[in-house]
């Protein structure tokens, strides 16, 4: 579904980010993996180029884009799979530090590769943007503060960014997970039932489909994958 596209995938070295480059690659994909540094067990492809890079940094941002644009000469899809949470606490007790990474973490990345990405896509007319958000970011719920301002706020800026390219031919959605079956999800929650999670590779199957011309009609979009949970 992906042959001859031109994909970024942030977060590339995390427990989803690997799962879903390899299923980029193995659906036809070239594959920019981005992230801080490089995984030992990140898949090893001629259809891969690793691509290190602070996505907080402005900076570095405009260089992966000119980086990328250079040597493929456009860009098809970005996945902003970058994304975490600091510790929970009542919002009373959430130092500002805190509040400020999980926002740059969750919301900045998203804003800065995909507005940069759009400089790309819209002379193009053509590209699709897919951002995760989470569970918390359509209901508040205690201890989440940050995260799930995060996120909402993600959603949000997805849908304006989808309304405001559609003229540009660009389709932009969000998937809604909710907790993914990874190493350090069940090193974190050994107690949990792991068959009630939504699978790595059923996410990028929908991200798969996203980024593909088969969706080509779907924009704006707020998609929930919940798994069993």
């Known amino acids: 579904m992906l042959q001859n596209k031109i994909c970024i995938i942030t977060g590339a070295s995390g427990g989803l980010g690997k799962t879903v480059v ?3 690659i193995d659906n036809g994909a070239t594959v920019i ?35 990328v644009t250079d040597q493929f000469k456009r860009l098809d899809a970005v996945l902003n799979l970058v994304g975490g949470i600091y510790p ?21 990345s998203v804003f800065l590769c995909s ?14 943007i897919v951002n995760v958000g989470a569970g918390a970011g359509l209901k ?11 996120k909402a706020s993600v959603i949000n800026l997805t849908e304006t960014m989808a309304e405001e390219n ?15 079956d990874t190493p350090a999800n069940r090193k974190a929650m050994p107690d949990a039932d792991f068959s009630k999670w939504v699978r ?21 979009s707020i998609i929930k994958i919940p798994g069993r949970v």
Request: proline share 4%; glycine share 6%; net charge negative.
């Open 22 to 24: 390899r299923k980029f």
């Open 33 to 67: 993996a981005v992230d801080a540094a490089k995984a030992a067990d990140l898949i090893e492809s001629d259809s891969l180029v690793f691509h290190p890079c602070n996505i907080l940094d402005e900076s570095n941002v405009r260089q992966l884009m000119r980086d």
């Open 88 to 108: 929970w606490s009542n919002v009373t007790e959430i130092e500002t530090s805190v509040w400020e990474k999980t926002i740059e973490l969750n919301l900045k």
């Open 115 to 128: 507005r940069e990405a759009l400089k790309i896509m819209i002379p193009q007319r053509s590209g699709k």
């Open 140 to 150: 508040g719920g205690a201890q989440a503060g940050p995260y799930g301002a995060a």
């Open 166 to 180: 559609k003229p540009n031919n660009i389709q932009i959605n969000a998937i809604i997970p909710s907790i993914i």
């Open 200 to 220: 790595a590779g059923e996410i990028a199957e929908l991200l798969i489909f996203l980024a593909s011309d088969a969706s080509s009609g779907v924009t704006g």
